[in-house]
T-cell receptor, first 115, second 114 residues
């Protein structure tokens, strides 16, 4: 069984400030981890993913995330927020067992970027 | 860039009516999925489909739900007798293979049951 917890349903940052969105997961098998972004009235777009190998992964739009197995975390960061980053962000986990084909999502974090 | 499309974008139906939500996955993808998001809640997995059959389904996906790939391009979700609690955003997704391949999501269909 898998689960995802996103701390903070709403996060506000000033333009140019650091963005940190928190995600903790629980998985009975080695996880694959994903961050998706949802802009208003649009579908879910993949920002980045961790499968195996390097624990620091870089994604689109300057975002990155670090897989920390000891902390069961996969926090999303961006050094400098831009107004266009305002959106809802979802962390998701998929088990790496052969039959795993479903993503388990967190509740989402709404990011507001203040001018 | 290829994308998943869904129609309609918004569907309003009366309780007890049947609805069919349509999706066109990316053409060379092999795995297809439906998820739903009730307003203010998490995105939840409903069902995955591979090789013309259901490969996994969640507890939500009861006998009122069915999926079909009728013609090699469309992927549909049917709800036989809608309930008020079926009101949600329904997302279709497709992937070229299992993880670590990502799932590509469509823009969603907002279903409102009155």
């Amino acid at each position: 069984a898998q689960s995802v917890t996103q701390l903070g349903s709403h996060v506000s940052v000033s333009e140019g400030a650091l963005v940190l969105l928190r995600c903790n997961y629980s998985s009975s098998v080695p996880p694959y981890l994903f961050w998706y972004v949802q802009y208003p009235n649009q579908g879910l777009q993949l920002l980045l993913k961790y499968t195996t190998g390097a624990t620091l992964v870089k994604g689109i739009n300057g975002f990155e995330a670090e897989f920390k197995k000891s902390e069961t975390s996969f926090h999303l960061t961006k050094p400098s927020a831009h107004m266009s980053d305002a959106a809802e962000y979802f962390c998701a986990v998929e088990g790496s067992s052969g039959s795993a084909r479903q993503l388990t999502f967190g509740s989402g974090t709404q990011l507001t970027v203040l001018p | 860039e290829p994308e998943v499309t869904q129609t309609p974008s918004h569907q309003v139906t009366q309780m007890g009516q049947e609805v069919i939500l349509r999706c066109v996955p990316i053409s060379n993808h092999l795995y297809f999925y439906w998820y739903r998001q009730i307003l203010g809640q998490k995105v939840e997995f409903l069902v995955s489909f591979y090789n013309n059959e259901i490969s996994e389904k969640s507890e939500i996906f009861d006998d009122q739900f069915s999926v079909e790939r009728p013609d090699g391009s469309n992927f549909t979700l049917k709800i036989r007798s809608t309930k008020l609690e079926d009101s949600a955003m329904y997302f279709c997704a497709s992937s070229p293979g299992l993880a670590p391949y990502e799932q590509y999501f469509g823009p969603g269909t907002r279903l409102t049951v009155t």
